[in-house]
């Protein structure tokens, strides 16, 4: 006798999808709102610092990552400085040319004059928050769909045999 499990049974269960979906929001709630919206607004604060033509140093798929060098030179001396975190050069070669903005008293703080306007942090930022709003969601969705279930498991009558 073949027996068919019926809808329903099996899997995780609902309270592990709930404690996923609750888990998964606080994640995406962190990284947006303890990662990329500063990260966003450190870009932006460079906006309207000083100006200067440098050439990339290190470049390549490290640059998202924080592994791109800039020289540039800055209040009368040669500076050789990071780009930060998110920076949108990891297609460019080692040599090619660019405008940074960097602190005015601090060259070491720079960004590419493309990622000045909040660049990668600022659409991840967003995205993680919507990510963020999916799953409350779900999460409101499951737990009201699981009390749902137990009151009409609570109210049925019981079946004599």
């Known amino acids: 006798m073949d027996v068919q499990p019926k809808a329903g049974e099996g899997g995780l269960g609902p309270r592990v999808a709930i404690g996923f979906a609750l888990v998964l929001t606080l994640v995406l709630v962190a990284l947006s709102g303890l990662v990329m919206y500063p990260a ?95 799953f409350l969601l779900a999460f409101v969705w499951s737990t009201v769909h699981l009390r749902r279930q137990r009151r009409a498991e609570a109210v049925q009558p019981a079946v004599p045999v």
């Open 40 to 134: 966003a607004q450190h870009l932006r604060s460079l906006r309207d610092g000083p100006q200067a033509e440098a050439t990339l140093v290190a470049a390549g798929s490290g640059c998202f990552l924080g592994g791109c060098k800039v020289r540039f030179e800055a209040e009368g001396r040669t500076v050789v400085a990071n780009l930060p975190v998110g920076s949108g050069h990891g297609e460019n070669t080692a040599g090619e040319r660019l405008t940074v903005r960097y602190r005015q008293g601090d060259p070491q703080v720079v960004a590419s004059q493309d990622d000045v306007g909040g660049g990668g942090p600022a659409i991840f930022t967003v995205l993680s928050g919507a990510g963020a709003a999916l």
